[in-house]
């Protein structure tokens, strides 16, 4: 079976700081993946998606960066965290090809930059 | 980014009742899926639905796809204290499988059972 992993459960930042978001995905290859954030626990706001190595689309202009350097495995980046960039983040992956369209996401990580 | 319209924002009911939570949208979708999401965790898929006037149960649950294509339907019977998060939405207008997986959220409906 399936299993996707985020790293770390929980962070704290100083504004300013780097950050570094880990994704993994278990028992599936090629998966798209993608990168979500949710404020306030409502309403999901997709940031990337990536349909395979080193292939990053990005929906909103922003302080963030990902990269795909393995196939199951996605980074959320930023070189220096804004405020606002507090969050919670969730990575999600679906299967490439065939007639299954579902997302299925990890626990999420939340960042509070202070 | 776009969000699809869902109501109730809020429902706030007695254990036993039924739930009835809607979403719509101006375009039409080839895919509606419905997810609950517990406080602090990532959202977990309840019901996938992948043609127009599809009717799912999973469980307590049941939802469809509207014959418009443009709206979707939840129902939870009987609801229990563990029926508590936020329920969401979403819809995929693209094909099978590559980028056009990408998933249109909806606003969210938060449920509270009273026991």
């Known amino acids: 079976s399936q299993t996707i992993h985020q790293w770390p459960a929980t962070l704290v930042q100083p504004v300013g700081s780097p950050l570094s978001l880990e994704c993994t995905v278990e028992?599936?290859?090629?998966?798209?993946l993608y990168w979500y954030r949710q404020a306030a626990g409502r309403g999901l706001q997709l940031l990337f998606y990536s349909v395979g190595i080193g292939q990053i689309s990005s929906e909103v202009p922003q302080n963030l960066s990902a990269s795909r350097p393995q196939d199951r495995q996605f980074i959320l980046s930023s070189k220096k965290l804004l405020l606002s960039d507090s969050g919670f983040y969730l990575c999600?992956?679906?299967?490439?090809?065939?007639?299954?369209?579902?997302?299925?996401f990890g626990p999420g990580t939340r960042l509070t930059v202070l | 980014g776009q969000q699809l319209n869902q109501s109730p924002q809020s429902m706030f009911i007695q254990e036993g009742e039924d739930v009835s939570m809607n979403c719509t949208s101006s375009s039409i979708f080839n895919t509606w899926l419905w997810y609950k999401q517990d406080p602090g965790e990532g959202p977990v898929l309840l019901i996938a639905l992948y043609k127009a006037g599809e009717l799912t149960s999973n469980g307590r649950l049941t939802a469809q796809f509207g014959i418009t294509r443009k709206d979707s339907f939840l129902n939870i019977s009987a609801s229990i204290p563990s029926d508590v998060g936020i329920y969401f939405c979403a819809g995929q207008r693209g094909g099978y499988g590559g980028a056009t997986n990408k998933l249109i959220f909806g606003t969210g409906t938060l449920l509270a059972v009273q026991p």
């Open positions: 028992g599936t290859s090629n998966p798209n």
């Open positions: 999600a992956w679906s299967p490439f090809g065939g007639a299954i369209n579902e997302q299925f």
